[in-house]
């Protein structure tokens, strides 16, 4: 049985492919830096906050790591509305995917900020630095630059995996490959040619963030 290929028909719908290269480009940077944020913060409080609140966060980061990420989507769209608390398909993609980039964060900066030698944040408090500096100016740094691939690799997880925010209606990507393959009847194509899509946003912006890294940690190679 052969199978004539005809991508000609996706021409006509350019506007919305790059309307859905736009949206999942968007939620994925948003994410990161607000996951970002809080994996630092996370872990910070992982080593020196109080018992209670260390307990707390590993039982989230255990929640998180161990569910599927689209049910924690379908939680925050469908579930938190029955608990008052309203917001559209975009706030909500956006929420899951930075709660869920959020607890792998955690993990992969707590293993980076206990990888720096305590000696260095102690020659810092001897050099007039407070806890907080020594933290901040000394110790993070070194620690970010130690997990960079790996938070990168969790950003480009978070990324592919942001495929499913079209089942809340998320014009994304593949709610643009499904859009379109509802009105030409060319599924075949139409999944085809975001898998390439797909693949080339992850290649560039791997390249980008490594790009960005490389000048960001310059110098923190221990």
């Not at 052969?2 to 859905?20: E, I």
């Not at 949206?23 to 607000?34: F, I, P, R």
Request: net charge positive; proline share 2%; glycine share 10%.
């Amino acid at each position: 049985m052969s199978y004539a290929f005809d991508f000609s028909d996706l021409s006509q719908y350019a506007d919305v492919l790059l309307h859905g290269v736009v949206v999942t480009l968007g939620l994925t940077g948003v994410s990161t830096v607000l996951g970002g944020a809080l994996g630092v913060v996370g872990a910070a409080l992982v080593l020196r906050g109080p018992a209670w609140l260390r307990w707390l966060i590993a039982a989230y980061i255990e929640l998180i790591r161990n569910t599927p990420f689209i049910v924690q989507l379908f939680f925050v769209f469908f579930g938190l509305p029955s608990l008052g608390i309203q917001m559209g398909e975009i706030e909500a993609a956006l929420l899951a995917m930075t709660v869920n980039l959020a607890a792998y964060a955690i993990e992969i900066v707590r293993a980076g900020i206990e990888s720096v030698k305590h000696g260095q944040y102690q020659a810092a408090l001897s050099l007039g630095l407070s806890g907080r500096q020594a933290f901040r100016y000394v110790v993070l740094p070194q620690a970010l630059a130690a997990v960079f691939p790996a938070l990168l690799s969790q950003v480009m997880i978070v990324m592919l995996g942001s495929a499913v925010v079209s089942q809340i209606s998320v014009q994304d990507l593949t709610y643009a490959a499904n859009f379109i393959q509802s009105r030409n009847f060319r599924s075949f194509e139409c999944y085809i040619a975001i898998t390439a899509i797909y693949l080339v946003m992850a290649i560039l912006l791997r390249r980008l963030c490594n790009g960005l890294g490389s000048g960001l940690f310059a110098g923190q190679k221990r």
